[in-house]
């Protein structure tokens, strides 16, 4: 049975998102499917045009991504075509502004926890600070080396003795200037992105995953993005399902990992948008229980990485698992990733059948529930 206002005591839902996207249509339709009336939606843009928004106090709020909006993005990255990579530091800065400008209501994104989802850097020393395993950086953390171009970068490969690499913007999301590095033999560098370069120097986000086998290339990618703050992970190598390159996309809702996708490429990047494809997820459990690895220890390494922001409701784990699948570690922790439409919960998670949207109606319901241990209170003043 579909929980009910009347089962959560749960007041009105609203929602900050650009109106038009499918993230907000979804989880308003996992809503109303619970019962409970339409969630108010108050647009990224007037947000950012007029400073800020107010809730009541007992109107449950939940952020949603302000992506796939031209005029929201210009606000955020002043950039007037949205294809530019470059701008991610500008947008974090006026995107953090933006969600600490949001007044009252009962908050399932906390501010400071997302300033820190969306720094790559200080998500890593994070993760790496409570023990969760994570590819070696190092420029994680407040003592994390500077990166002010590819001299850096080239500098930290022989120093830390990381042949292959991932060059990843701090502030980038959806795979967005990330550049998977590798020396190809007498001292020579190629690089794999879905970053195009122009012949007059611009940077162009594009869904052509490419190779640049030209180190002035590369060099000249690396320090047009530099500026905006760059991140360097080991680059591990991946478990293989038919063949491609494999990652899962795990989503941890109130701390329970719910859902889980394989992602799989012929290229380094897995993302959906770049070429990657879904996987099978009971393959991956397989995997990892043929190697010896329980799939419930697996899922728990992702729970880890989510109590690590214990605020946020809903983040999206990108588990890299290790060749022959004995082990994994967490690449990203995401704050908006959570749009697998059509996934139902996994078996034992207590989301079987709902999608990534329901289960998190079904969780803030929970927490709503006057007998419920962990009911979310209202966000501190200034949040």
Same mark, same amino acid.
């Given at each position: ?10 007041? %009105? #839902?609203? !929602?900050?998102?650009?109106? $038009? ?25 007037? !947000? ?23 005029? #929201? ?10 294809? %530019?990579?470059?701008?991610?530091? @500008? ?37 790496? /600070? ?22 850096? !970068? ?25 550049? +998977? ?8 560098? @190629?690089?794999?992105?879905?970053? /195009?370069?122009? /012949? /007059? ?7 052509? #995953?490419?190779?640049?086998?030209? $180190? ?34 795990? !989503?941890?809702?109130?701390? %329970? ?42 899922? *728990?390494?992702?729970?880890?990485? +989510? ?15 290790? &060749?022959?699948?004995? @082990? ?27 999608? &990534?949207?329901?289960? *998190?109606?079904?969780?803030?319901? @929970? ?17």
């Amino acid at each position: 049975m579909s929980p009910s206002a009347n089962d959560g005591g749960l007041a %009105r #839902v609203a !929602v900050v998102g650009n109106p $038009e996207n499918r993230r907000v249509t979804l989880f308003a339709e996992a809503v109303r499917a619970a019962g409970l009336p339409t969630p108010r939606v108050v647009p990224w843009a007037r !947000v950012l045009s007029e400073g800020g928004a107010g809730f009541a106090p007992e109107e449950v709020v939940r952020l949603d991504s302000p992506g796939e909006n031209a005029d #929201v993005d210009r606000l955020l990255r002043g950039a007037e075509d949205p294809t %530019r990579v470059e701008g991610s530091a @500008r947008w974090h800065t006026a995107f953090v502004a933006a969600v600490r400008s949001l007044r009252g209501g009962v908050r399932l994104d906390d501010p400071d926890e997302l300033a820190v989802l969306f720094d790559k850097r200080r998500c890593h020393g994070v993760l790496s /600070e409570a023990g969760v395993p994570v590819p070696y950086s190092p420029t994680s953390g407040p003592a994390g080396a500077p990166v002010r171009g590819w001299d850096d !970068v080239r500098a930290l490969m022989r120093e830390h003795r990381m042949p292959r690499l991932f060059v990843k913007l701090a502030h980038g999301s959806s795979g967005s200037g990330v550049l +998977a590095v590798e020396s190809a033999g007498s001292g020579r560098i @190629r690089a794999t992105t879905s970053v /195009e370069l122009t /012949e /007059e120097g611009a940077l162009f986000n594009s869904l052509k #995953v490419r190779r640049y086998d030209r $180190e002035r290339d590369i060099a000249a990618i690396v320090d047009t993005l530099a500026p905006d703050g760059l991140h360097l992970e080991r680059w591990l190598p991946k478990a293989s399902q038919g063949g491609r390159a494999a990652d899962l996309r795990v !989503v941890v809702v109130d701390g %329970r990992a719910t859902h889980a996708v394989v992602r799989t490429s012929a290229s380094p990047m897995t993302n959906l948008h770049l070429g990657g494809s879904r996987g099978e997820t009971d393959l991956a459990r397989q995997a990892f229980e043929t190697a010896g690895a329980r799939w419930a220890d697996v899922l *728990q390494v992702c729970e880890r990485a +989510a109590a690590c922001f214990p605020r946020t409701l809903c983040v999206g784990v990108d588990l890299l698992p290790a &060749t022959g699948w004995r @082990r994994a570690a967490v690449g990203e922790v995401n704050a908006f990733g959570d749009l697998l439409p059509r996934l139902t919960g996994l078996p034992g998670s207590g989301a079987e059948g709902l999608d &990534t949207y329901a289960a *998190q109606v079904a969780a803030l319901i @929970r927490r709503r529930a006057p007998h419920h241990p962990h009911r979310t209170e209202p966000a501190h003043a200034g949040a």
